[in-house]
């Protein structure tokens, strides 16, 4: 079989998305008569999601160990809460309201990772029990009402950009441009680099060929991005966290130990803990991060809306899940990666956005997002399926 | 006799070829079985039995295969298992087919209901299986649930169920696989006493001796063709030809020789205790002591439920049973291996008697599954250097002779020998001193256990030790240099290479078990 062939198949999954991804965004380009590129858009849209998908990184980490975490949203509006109760009533500093809001959802999650790991309580309801106590401790502490305003600062970290906004050459933020320009130079010497280390070992490699051709794809698609950030205000500062958390986390699970200790345990972890991988230990650390995740993106959903009101983040745990499935993670555990994630959450985000601009009622939206779903999950299985006959 | 000649045979396949994607899985298959007889089939894993099986059963449906079945007679055209069923024809996995929550009269007509438009009738259920139990020979309360009744006596429901569909011919795949003699022993029995009723019999077996003891004839299929049929109507079958046939070389030694050069003691275990880790009260491991030195292969012997494997799971970080005493020394230290990765640290390694649920990663590629226990070595501080792993995995699996389409490859994909040597390769890379090995030769065919028989071989010209776990006494006899014997979580026995044989292996747990109930 040619190498193209093989490597398309070998990752169907994952490019089969990307591609659907495309498809979509270049199908509502048309049927919205081309709204959907518009430069506000596309700004649009990733600040819309930045939080659902900061969620769904997060939640990636807990599907891969065969758990599950319904309790974000309520985490979420949790933690908005609590700063927001901190910061407007008792006049504290930004930096360290958000500071103890992060250190409140770490706590959340040791708590529920406490009784995951250690007690052996199913997660599905621990974290159903944490969603009501969360909501209820919101609830409560808001009174039912809504908690407002912040300061600029604290709402710059979900609707404001990278400075220099004015600093343009002709309409276009040169910030933005420069950034997309040093991004790709650094990802294709990262890339070369990479063929390069596997050359050394004497690693199978593509031919040099379809490497260039994918460094000029991705490249491409980075500068048409950052050129539609340049084209509005430059670049939003969550992009750049979102775009951090993203390398991070891919990095986590991909080349370091901990990582390795996660996709062992969620594949199967009586032979991880045989082998030395500290089970227990493993799962409670990835509800301590799924805590401190939440408490990101409620700080971000807070800031994005100016107040925190207590039904914020409802149904967002649910969002984050969707995006882990499309984007290729098992149910079962023990599968799933960062970008497939990603590549998930915006297809649902696209489709939201997308369906938006073209007047499609919230009503249908709905039942047209969860065909998706069950399509893609659909798709997965026949691929796999497929590829184990073989 | 009416119908003559004919009706001698029972079925018929002729000519079966089956091809999965472009790989021949059977090449012009031929199988006569004849009425009345136990047929064993044999040959190495993946040459072609289950496959033959399926077709026969239905599981593959007329139409995938090319081929004819001829059965009572009449050719056969079977869709699905649900054909095949209604013929007389059952299949018993080796994997046993029953829900553990169920009782087992629930599960002796699964499928198959006692019922009176669709209301089940208790009564029939019970006391029909009830006479089934009876007759398969099993004392138990058909109510009593199928979890809380050994697999012995599991594979005894599984024939009574096959029986209640009225079953004239019967595939059984490893029934014994997962027993200890006294249990295989009976279900071969058992299968002599169906005979005598006119149940046919087809018996897919790794296990020569059985097959000699019940068999009348013997096909052996090797690379999904035939390669002969042997009689054995007179027991006499030859076994080493059998053997001959199924590897296609002559073995001329099923245990490969070493020289043995024996060292000071490096491990020694005093007086270890454990207890269940449910039934706190119970104790497992009774006041063990054993010691094992350089370059020596220690075996242990005993009887299923012995305690074998519970003890070494226990001193391999604790990982079975509750409130462990005792000590455990390592070159005349003593070493506390309270967590796994303590262990592995104090050079103690434990592969496991089962790979599927304790030993691999099955979703995850052989290099991860290798490189799984000694991250830290191909790493530098938390981050793995993914060349360092690379270049480790494959050389393990060369070293190990892994057969796989590279170090990408999926472990799920391959085959029950190479899987077990891509665990071995998991703990060989973790650079052992103590290599404890848990039935490493179980479920895997003839070649596959020569190698591993050869790579204990070069581990101890290596100057490690090794702690050998089997069931299978020629395999304890052939590789130790020393046995200690279990019977009931306790030591019954030590005995050196020249004391060692079965004869003396039983009576130290007859002695044992006759010592403790007086």
């Known amino acids: ?82 700063s927001a109760v901190l910061m407007v009533d008792h006049n504290m500093s930004v930096m360290n309201a958000m500071l103890i809001g992060i250190l409140i959802g770490a706590l959340v999650g040791a708590f529920h ?93 593509v031919p040099l060929w379809l490497d260039i051709a994918k460094i000029a794809v991705i490249m491409a698609a980075i500068n048409l991005l950052t050129y539609e950030f340049a084209g509005y205000n430059g670049l939003p500062i969550i992009l750049v966290i979102l775009v951090a958390l993203i390398l991070i986390y891919t990095f986590v699970t991909e080349r370091t130990i901990a990582g390795r200790h996660i996709y062992a345990l969620g ?124 | 006799m009416e119908g003559g000649g004919k009706l001698d045979t029972i079925l018929e396949m002729r000519n079966i070829t089956k091809t999965f994607t472009g790989v021949k899985a059977l090449d012009g298959v031929s199988l006569k079985v004849s009425r009345d007889e136990i ?52 299949i018993i996995h080796q994997e046993l087919a029953l829900i553990p929550y169920l009782s087992i009269a629930e599960n002796i007509f699964l499928g198959n209901e006692r019922a009176k438009g669709g209301v089940i009738d208790w009564h029939r259920t019970v006391s029909m299986a009830g006479e089934l139990l009876a007759k398969v020979g099993l004392d138990e309360n058909p109510n009593s649930l199928i979890m809380n009744i050994g697999v012995g006596k599991q594979q005894l429901v599984e024939i009574a169920k096959a029986l209640a ?73 030859d076994q080493d030809r059998i053997v001959k046939s199924m590897v296609g070389r002559e073995i001329v030694d099923r245990f490969p020789k ?26 497992v491991i009774n006041g063990v002591s054993l010691n094992v030195r350089r370059g020596e292969v220690v075996g242990l012997a005993g009887l299923m439920g012995a305690g074998r494997t519970e003890l070494a799971m226990s001193i391999f970080g604790r990982s079975y049973g509750k409130r462990h005493s005792g000590r455990v020394f390592k070159d005349g230290k003593e070493i506390q291996l309270h967590s796994v990765t303590a262990s592995i640290d104090n050079g103690i390694a434990y592969l496991t008697e089962d790979r599927k649920n304790y030993g691999l990663v099955l979703i995850e590629d052989v290099r991860s599954n290798i490189s799984l226990a000694s991250l830290p070595k191909v790493s530098a501080g938390q981050v793995i250097n993914q060349g360092k792993e690379n270049q480790a995995a494959t050389a393990m699996q060369q070293q190990m002779r892994i057969r796989c389409t590279g170090i990408d490859q999926i472990v799920e994909s391959l085959s029950g020998g190479n899987q077990q040597k891509v665990v071995l390769s998991k703990w060989i890379l973790s650079e052992p001193d103590i290599l404890i090995l848990d039935e490493p030769t179980r479920g895997i065919d003839v070649g596959a256990k020569y190698e591993i028989y050869t790579i204990i071989n070069r581990l101890i010209s290596e100057g490690k030790s090794i702690i050998l776990i089997s069931s299978e006494m020629p395999e304890l006899l052939g590789m130790c240099d020393r046995i200690y014997v279990m019977t009931e979580g306790e030591i019954s026995g030590e005995l050196d ?3 060692a044989t079965q004869e003396n292996i039983m009576h130290c747990i007859m002695n044992h078990q006759r010592g403790t109930k007086e």
């Open chain 1, 113 to 205: 990772g406490y009784f995951i790991a250690f007690l052996r309580i199913p997660a599905f309801i621990v974290t159903l029990a944490g969603m009501l106590i969360f909501r209820g401790f919101t609830m409560a502490m808001l009174q039912g009402q809504t908690k407002a305003p912040f300061a600029k600062s604290f709402q710059a970290l979900a609707a404001g950009y990278l400075p220099f906004m004015d600093l343009r050459w002709g309409s276009l933020n040169v910030i933005a441009l420069a950034a997309g320009v040093l991004v790709s130079i650094i990802l294709a010497a990262v890339m070369l680099h990479s063929r390069r280390t596997k050359r050394k070992y004497h690693f199978e490699v």
């Open chain 2, 165 to 237: 569909k009225k079953v004239k011919l019967l595939i059984l795949d490893e029934p014994t696989a997962a027993l200890n003699d006294e249990e295989s022993s009976k279900l071969l029995d058992l299968l002599l006493e169906l005979k005598k009723q006119g149940v046919t019999s087809i018996l897919i077996s790794h296990k020569l001796n059985e097959i000699a003891r019940v068999s009348d004839s013997v096909t052996i299929i090797r690379d999904g063709k035939v390669i002969e049929t042997l009689d054995n109507a007179t027991r006499k079958v």
């Open chain 2, 39 to 90: 047929h064993a089939l044999v040959g190495e894993n993946g040459a072609g039995k289950s496959t033959l099986m399926k077709i026969l059963s239905g599981v593959y449906p007329h139409g995938d295969y090319s081929g004819s079945v001829d059965y009572e007679g009449s050719e056969c055209a079977f869709k699905s298992i649900l054909d095949s069923e209604k013929l007389g024809i059952v």
């Open chain 2, 497 to 499: 290479r020249e004391h």
């Open chain 2, 258 to 283: 070493r020289d043995s050069h024996i060292g000071e003691v490096i491990l020694k275990v005093e007086d270890w205790t454990v207890y269940h880790p449910l039934y706190e009260d119970r104790k």
């Open chain 1, 267 to 390: 594949g199967n972890e009586k032979a991880a803990r045989l082998s030395g991988v500290k089970t227990d230990m493993v799962k409670f650390w990835v509800y301590v991060n799924m805590g401190v995740l939440s408490a990101i993106a409620g700080l971000i959903v807070a800031g994005r809306l100016n107040a925190a009101t207590p039904k914020a983040g409802t149904g967002f745990e649910l969002d984050a899940i969707g995006a882990c499935f499309i984007g290729g993670a098992s149910t079962s555990g023990g599968i799933g990666t960062v970008i497939g994630t990603i590549v998930g959450g915006f297809v649902m985000a696209v489709l939201n956005n997308g369906m938006s601009i073209m007047g499609v009622s919230v009503d249908w939206q709905q039942s047209i997002k969860g065909f998706v779903l069950l399509g893609a999950v659909c798709f997965d299985f026949y691929t796999k399926s497929r590829s184990q006959s073989k």
């Open chain 1, 1 to 82: 079989m040619s190498v193209i062939g093989r490597l398309f198949k070998n990752n169907i999954r994952q490019y089969g998305m990307v591609i659907a991804l495309a498809f979509i965004m270049g199908l509502f380009q048309i049927t919205t008569e081309g709204i959907m590129f518009k430069p506000m858009n596309v700004t649009n849209l990733v600040l819309q999601n930045s939080y659902v998908l900061i969620l769904a990184i997060g939640m990636l980490l807990i599907i891969i160990t065969g758990g599950i975490d319904l309790s974000v949203g309520s985490v979420a509006a949790f933690v908005g809460a609590v």
